[in-house]
């Protein structure tokens, strides 16, 4: 019984989904406010089998968008990104216990891009 109850817990889903961008090629596996600075960290994979060199987000929460992010590096294909930045002054990184990030654009290294369709 010990054993089920051990490959049960293995397998559940984690206790948050994240919500994620169709189409965008980028996996977000963390978005949330952190005590301390920077107060939001965004973690997400570049699963596209193209070099990155932006990533766009919107930070949303029920009540609509919380602020805007941009991401500018070297993100290689296949890549875990897990990057800090900053809120505005007026938001606090305790509010976004349920917010998510939505992928609202990709640039990547050839000079293509993916823009969401259906942005927030």
Known sequence: ??????????????AADVTQTPGSNI????CHGQI??????????????????EVDFS???????VTT?????TFEAGAQINHVFD?????????????SCIVT?????DGTSWTNPNPP
């Open 36 to 53: 301390g600075k920077p107060p939001l960290r965004i973690a997400y994979k570049n699963d596209s089998q193209k070099n990155a060199k």
């Open 69 to 73: 992010v941009r991401d500018v590096g």
């Open 105 to 109: 654009k990709v640039t990547y290294a």
């Open 27 to 30: 996996v977000v596996t963390t």
């Open 87 to 99: 809120l505005p002054p007026d938001v606090s990184p305790l509010g976004l216990s349920s917010a």
């Open 59 to 65: 930070v949303v929460d029920a009540a609509g968008i």
């Open 1 to 14: 019984m010990l054993l089920i109850a051990a490959v049960a817990a293995s397998t559940a889903p984690a």
